[in-house]
């Protein structure tokens, strides 16, 4: 039998183990004094990584749990999965809300609740894809940065005794705008840190998160529908339950103004192609390599037939956005290395230029109220604010490809 979790322990982070097990070990009684007993709210709780580190910090008994998500679906699943797990606490005041963090409900129910001890904010926009057009681009930039600044906003009255927003390996040397956002929204909470202590992190790849391209893998086998991937293109990866546990460790351990990130070695990149074939042989089928999408659609009909052989494209990538590799850290930070066993941590990071934020607010604002803009004038904007963002730009979107 296919048991997901066990594929990526062998094939994809080769861990038999959370490699932040040990951290989480030695730091289990701070970790309890510091979440029991506390109020929590989870933003984006619903999806892959928030909902991992809800399980992180589930045992640590805090009194309230609060989970907001625009996904309803989401939701109760999440709810039907905490209440089946075997051991799993669950705290008497706990409340999943199918609402928008930036909407005048959340607000209400945020100032009725008085505020919380801890908040976690997982709500983004993740995919390279989402920069395919002006359209995407603002709805990406809203969630990113303009709407965590209206949140960050509305925590100042209530001060949270920890707060942390998921960053990602992209924000470092950006060379698309979803990770350009990323560097920027770290910008944007880092700019409250004399408010209340903030932290991030920028990690790898969850393998197999919603949406993501090796989840989309098992959706094609269910449907019998051919794989593609690029073949260039490498990436780390963390499991799920690894995902909750960097976000838990650096919400609750890390100091103000900290990015928490996996001390992961070069040579344990993967590559999509290599994590398709391996998953395609774990399912018993024979790689059967096309030369294009239209080749691999055509002779995935022969499955149906029952073939062994299954249809796959793999190509050089050549879609906006695609860096061949990714970095944690660019050459201008400082990382301590010493403090944990599997994390390093970005320490001194200055309070950001606030009057550059707010110029940059405005800028954004003032380009997305006009009745027609383009994707070429918000990468000016962002340019102008992160000197070394380097867009990759060819043309071409994910959503051309299979």
């Not at 999943?96 to 997982?122: C, H, L």
Request: glycine fraction near 6%; proline fraction near 4%.
């Amino acid at each position: 039998m296919f048991v997901l979790e066990s594929f990526v322990s062998k094939y994809v982070t080769k861990r038999e183990k959370s490699m932040f097990s040990v951290d989480i070990e030695r730091n289990k009684e701070l970790l309890r004094n510091k979440i029991k007993g506390k109020t929590v709210l989870v933003i984006g709780g619903a999806g892959s990584i928030g909902s991992s580190f809800i399980r992180a910090i589930l045992p640590f008994k805090p009194a309230t749990l609060v989970v907001v998500d625009t996904n309803e679906n989401a939701l109760a699943e999440l709810t039907r999965d905490l209440r089946s797990t075997k051991g799993m606490y669950v705290p008497e005041d706990y409340v999943t809300y199918p609402m928008d963090f930036a909407s005048p409900v959340f607000e209400k129910m945020f100032r009725n609740r008085g505020g919380f001890n801890i908040v976690g904010n997982f709500s983004a926009h993740k995919h390279v894809r989402s920069e395919k057009d002006i359209y995407s681009v603002e709805a990406l930039l809203q969630n990113n940065v303009l709407h965590a600044k209206l949140l960050l906003d509305l925590l100042s009255e209530y001060p949270p005794e920890e707060y942390f927003c998921v960053s990602t390996d992209k924000a470092a040397n950006p060379v698309n705008i979803m990770g350009a956002s990323k560097r920027i929204m770290e910008d944007v909470i880092f700019s409250y840190s004399d408010k209340f202590p903030v932290k991030t992190a920028r990690f790898a790849n969850v393998a197999f998160s919603n949406g993501s391209l090796p989840a989309g893998f098992i959706s094609r086998i269910q449907k019998l529908q051919p794989l593609s991937a690029p073949s260039d293109v490498r990436r780390y990866f963390v499991s799920p339950e690894e995902s909750g546990q960097i976000c838990l460790l650096s919400c609750i351990l890390g100091e103000n103004r900290a990015i928490f990130f996996p001390k992961l070695e070069e040579a344990q990149m993967m590559t999509f192609d290599g994590i398709a074939k391996n998953l395609l042989e774990e399912h018993g089928y024979e790689v059967l390599e096309c030369d294009s999408d239209e080749e691999a659609i055509e002779k995935a009909e022969d499955l149906k037939a029952g073939s062994s052989k299954y249809p796959v494209h793999f190509s050089v990538s050549d879609t906006s956005g695609e860096k061949p590799f990714e970095e944690f850290v660019t050459d201008t930070e400082i990382a301590d290395y010493n403090r944990f066993t599997s994390l390093g941590v970005i320490t001194g990071k200055a309070i950001p230029n606030k009057g550059g934020l707010e110029k940059l607010f405005v800028e954004l604002n003032e380009v997305f109220d006009k009745a027609e803009t383009t994707k070429e004038e918000v990468v000016a904007i962002m340019k102008d604010y992160l000197p070394n963002f380097e867009h990759i730009e060819t043309g071409k979107s994910l959503d051309s490809k299979m």
